[in-house]
T-cell receptor, first 112, second 116 residues
Framework: QKEVEQDPGPLSVPEGAIVSLNCTYS??????FMWYRQYSRKGPELLMY????GNKEDGRFTAQVDKSSKYISLFIRDSQPSDSATYLC????????????FGTGTKLQVIP | GAVVSQHPSWVICKSGTSVKIECRSL??????MFWYRQFPKQSLMLMAT?????????EQGVEKDKFLINHASLTLSTLTVTSAHPEDSSFYIC????????????FGSGTQLSVL
């Protein structure tokens, strides 16, 4: 079993839709949770960063962490064609230079 | 936000030659840099962790003599793929973090290496 599971997609939605991206994980030591957006042949760009359980909102993006279920989500409201990219979840344990574990990424396509 | 510059963005080389990839933190001091490899439709695979002024720590299965990492200053780390072969063709990405911890990573734009 992988430490982090993420549906690779692709996920196609019409412009303006609400998008839900999810990851599950097995390591209960993970405390920091991140979402990255990666355009083709580019480095990942940090979108959201959260610590422990709860919600965090930034513009059209909302990150949600449920540590009891080992489940994290990223919601994108009013999706735009420019949101078309691969979204990677990532997580690591508390403190120090801990190795970050990435999901395989979900490819999202927002259709105009 | 923090900027990490990676160069070159793509390189084509002949089998048997060596290729050097640079990773620079432009507006912060990066005591730790990370090197990843990414295959199509797969996640980022950590190759090594590079700390300024010390030897890199390689992940299991990564040949340290083939992938030479140097982190000579707080703003520059280099990855040299020595005696490259076609199976080394991949997308290589660096990232950097500040001394405050690894909660946030900032990535370079990646280097596509094609070995003929």
């Amino acid at each position: 079993q992988k430490e982090v599971e993420q549906d690779p997609g692709p996920l196609s939605v019409p412009e303006g839709a609400i998008v839900s991206l999810n990851c599950t994980y097995s390591n209960s030591a993970f405390q920091y949770f991140m979402w990255y957006r990666q355009y083709s042949r580019k480095g990942p760009e940090l979108l959201m960063y959260t610590y422990s359980s709860g919600n965090k909102e930034d513009g059209r993006f909302t990150a949600q962490v449920d540590k009891s279920s080992k489940y994290i989500s990223l919601f994108i409201r009013d999706s735009q064609p420019s949101d078309s990219a691969t979204y990677l979840c990532a997580m690591n344990s508390a403190g120090g230079y801990q190795k970050v574990t990435f999901g395989t990424g979900t490819k999202l396509q927002v259709i105009p | 936000g923090a900027v990490v510059s990676q160069h070159p963005s793509w390189v084509i080389c002949k089998s048997g030659t060596s290729v050097k990839i640079e990773c620079r933190s432009l507006d912060f001091q990066a005591t730790t840099m990370f090197w990843y490899r990414q295959f199509p439709k797969q996640s980022l695979m950590l190759m090594a962790t590079s700390n300024e002024g010390s030897k890199a720590t390689y992940e299991q299965g990564v040949e340290k003599d083939k992938f030479l990492i140097n982190h000579a200053s707080l703003t520059l780390s280099t990855l040299t793929v020595t005696s490259a072969h076609p199976e080394d063709s991949s997308f290589y990405i660096c990232s950097a973090t500040t001394f405050q911890g690894s909660e946030k990573l900032f990535f370079g734009s990646g280097t596509q290496l094609s070995v003929l």
